[in-house]
């Protein structure tokens, strides 16, 4: 069973601060991704990787980067946490013959 | 990338089965269509997958009409750990799906 595992389920740090969100997946999969969720608004598309040292905008890039040295490993980084990133941060990866796999995602408050 | 329009919520009683629909005007010819299953605190988890016609699972149908602009998941005798949001996804099959739009999904609330 493909496994994907985020690295904090609770995180809380100070605006300003540099957060680093981690995931990890065990099935080989080509392609990872990272979403928030907010009330109201449904998951929104950070970024994706389709390869190792590739990544790819999503929908609302803006305040982020992505990190992905190693197949099994996507980071998402906060370079200077706000208010505003306040969310639920969501991981998935999958490959050309499976759908999206999700991690339990991290809950990140910045106070 | 195609945009689905699905029902905010939905309740229903233990038992019973729940149809939730979803609309897809503009669905490419290389679309698939795809349902996810979200409970609090967790990521979504995959349901089930169709391209036209009907397909089922263990656990839930997918019907999809021949003009594939709308399609319905069916869940069967539905039990209060069914209570979920319910996201709808219209896009590239299995691994082109990073980009797809989730949207705001249905909140299904089953009731004893």
């Known amino acids: 069973d493909v496994k994907v595992t985020q690295s904090s389920r609770y995180l809380v740090k100070r605006t300003g601060e540099k957060v680093f969100l981690e995931c990890v997946q065990d099935?080989?999969?080509?392609?990872m991704f990272w979403y928030r969720q907010d009330p109201g608004l449904g998951l929104r598309l950070i970024y994706f990787?389709?390869?190792?040292?590739?990544?790819e905008k999503g929908d609302i890039p803006e305040g982020y980067s992505v990190s992905r040295e190693k197949k099994e490993r996507f980071s998402l980084i906060l370079e200077s946490a706000s208010t505003n990133q306040t969310s639920m941060y969501l991981c998935?990866?999958?490959?050309?013959?499976?759908?999206?796999?999700f991690g339990n995602g991290t809950r990140l408050t910045v106070t | 990338l195609a945009k689905t329009t699905q029902p905010i919520s939905m309740d229903s009683y233990e038992g019973q089965e729940v149809n939730i629909t979803c609309s897809h005007n503009?669905?490419?010819?290389?679309?698939?269509i795809t349902w996810y299953q979200q409970f609090p605190s967790q990521g979504p988890r995959f349901i089930i997958q169709?391209?036209?016609t009907k397909v089922t699972n263990e656990v839930a149908s997918l019907f999809i009409p021949a003009d594939r602009k709308s399609s319905t998941l069916s869940l069967p005798r539905v039990s209060l750990s069914d209570t979920a949001v319910y996201y709808c996804?219209?896009?590239?099959?299995?691994?082109?799906?990073?980009?797809?739009?989730f949207g705001k999904g249905t909140k299904l609330s089953v009731k004893p």
């Open positions: 998935a990866s999958s490959s050309v013959e499976t759908p999206l796999h």
């Open positions: 099935m080989d999969h080509e392609n």
């Open positions: 990787s389709y390869d190792v040292k590739m990544k």
């Open positions: 503009n669905i490419a010819t290389n679309d698939y």
């Open positions: 169709g391209y036209k």
């Open positions: 996804l219209v896009g590239g099959s299995s691994g082109s799906q990073g980009n797809l739009i």
